[in-house]
């Protein structure tokens, strides 16, 4: 995951440790280099904060409202929040072929799954900070094939977060990019993981770019 130029890292071993690079240089070009993955840049057109009304906010039930305030098809998300019980899921082994599974079948596959794949069925990290960032997509069908496939069947958003430790967040609009920066640079962070729709926080705030086919 790299926000505003900082990486934080998780790696696919059985005893895994979050490592991190601080981009301590506003003005760095960093160069990166992945075998796979997706990204956006671009001021923010919408910054909002959010409150749970009634019982916590779901992620799923987040992203539908944020699309109640834009026209665009596809969205880049920053977005900052306190965990109120946190669904994520993250690789334990890499997947290279050397150690593909010896039944030939997909590593998501439910015979495989478990042994691939950190998947706790109880939310968890209550009340942690996150910090994550992704994209948000209205209606899969105008977007390229290739693209699509950056989003799982069945859902509309893919979300990568970091889990930072516990702490005061603040709720201003104007402070939301200090806040991000602060979270990032300050907190310690204990793993990053792909976050699920149920997962729940009690408030937050999120920075919104408008993106293009």
Sequence with gaps: MVINGN??????????????MINSDVDAKFTYKFLHGFGFNGPYQHILTFNGKEGFVELDALVN??????????????????????????LKKVPIIEQRPDN?????????????IDFPTEPGDVNHIIAGTGIAVKDKSLMSPEKRMVISEGSSFH????????????????????????????????????????????????????LKE
């Design 65 to 90: 409202a944020i699309f109640d305030i834009t026209n665009a098809n596809i969205l880049g998300i920053a977005l900052l929040a306190e965990s109120k019980g946190l669904l994520g899921m993250h």
């Design 104 to 116: 030939g079948k997909d590593i998501f596959d439910p015979s495989n799954f478990p042994e691939w």
């Design 159 to 210: 979300i990568h977060a970091g889990i930072f430790e516990k702490g005061p967040l603040s709720k201003q609009l104007n402070d939301f990019e200090k806040e991000l920066k602060r979270i990032l640079t300050e907190l310690r962070i204990s793993k990053v993981q792909h976050i699920l729709g149920k997962s729940r926080f009690s408030s937050g705030m999120a920075g919104i770019i408008e």
């Design 7 to 20: 990486f934080f890292f998780y790696p696919a071993v059985k005893r895994p440790v979050a490592d991190f």
